[in-house]
């Protein structure tokens, strides 16, 4: 008889791949049309066409502009700036939504995968999420990830990037159904969450890729990061 393997095994199986981003993303998705009700799964995508109604991606920051600086805690508790960090080099900054999602869980674990690459690009990488610095532990211990894992409460942060959107009350039931409790997760009642967005911020502070979409089962393939990562330096040495 064949065993049917669990969610969190067949996920560690896709991550296990080395399979782009976009396909591993795309069987997380096919996997949960498999396991979730039609209608749960309907009501925890109408978010996304709400954001695309509203062309939410288009008031975040854009390439070009420069990033608000800021000083967020680790998964330790210890602080973390971005000015200090830029002062180091380029910083690639992720905003994902929490350790609860299975496709943040996928993409998390494909950055950690090239981080020797970023590094060697003279690169360095942070995650942010509004979850509390306990969360963001547990995340970075069970994934294994030696990049920052910040802690942006109260989502201050992705507020000044333009990610921030409320789970309206309809749909809240839907996500404690898969759960996804956020008021547990993030420490407050807000349901708050950030759009799933990249950015690759040169040492000066400007934007120089930017990847925002509604859509959080899409993410920026770790190809494009390192290719721009490329293109920069080039054009600075040049």
């Given at each position: 008889m064949t065993e049917i393997s669990s969610p969190d095994q067949r996920l560690k199986q896709i991550m296990a791949t080395?399979?782009?981003?976009?396909?591993?993303?795309?069987?997380?998705?096919?996997?949960?049309?498999?396991?979730?009700?039609?209608?749960?799964?309907?009501?925890?995508?109408?978010?996304?066409?709400?954001?695309?109604?509203?062309?939410?991606?288009?008031?975040?920051?854009?390439?070009?502009?420069?990033?608000?600086?800021?000083?967020?805690?680790?998964?330790?508790?210890?602080?973390?700036?971005?000015?200090?960090?830029?002062?180091?080099?380029?910083?690639?900054?992720?905003?994902?939504?929490?350790?609860?999602?299975?496709?943040?869980?996928?993409?998390?674990?494909?950055?950690?995968?090239?981080?020797?690459?970023?590094?060697?690009?003279?690169?360095?990488?942070?995650?942010?999420?509004?979850?509390?610095?306990?969360?963001?532990?547990?995340?970075?211990?069970?994934?294994?990830?030696t990049f920052a894992v910040l802690s942006d409460a109260g989502n201050r942060v992705a507020r000044k990037f333009g990610l921030v959107f409320t789970i309206d009350e309809a749909v809240r039931a839907a996500y404690r159904q898969i759960n996804a409790d956020l008021s547990a997760f993030n420490g407050d009642g807000s349901w708050e969450l950030p759009m799933a967005g990249t950015f690759l911020v040169d040492r000066d502070g400007t934007i120089r890729l930017a990847f925002v979409d509604p859509d959080y089962t899409r993410r920026l393939e770790p190809s494009i990061i390192i290719a721009s990562l490329k293109k920069l330096r080039n054009a600075q040495s040049s």
């Open positions: 080395d399979a782009p981003l976009s396909q591993k993303l795309a069987q997380v998705l096919a996997m949960g049309k498999q396991m979730v009700p039609a209608e749960l799964l309907q009501q925890l995508l109408s978010p996304v066409e709400m954001l695309r109604a509203n062309k939410a991606a288009e008031r975040a920051l854009q390439e070009g502009e420069k990033v608000p600086d800021f000083t967020l805690p680790d998964a330790l508790g210890n602080s973390v700036t971005l000015t200090q960090l830029l002062g180091q080099g380029p910083v690639v900054i992720t905003f994902y939504r929490g350790s609860w999602c299975p496709y943040c869980n996928i993409q998390l674990h494909a950055y950690q995968q090239v981080l020797p690459q970023l590094k060697e690009l003279g690169a360095s990488l942070v995650a942010i999420s509004p979850q509390t610095p306990d969360q963001s532990l547990s995340l970075a211990e069970k994934q294994a990830l």
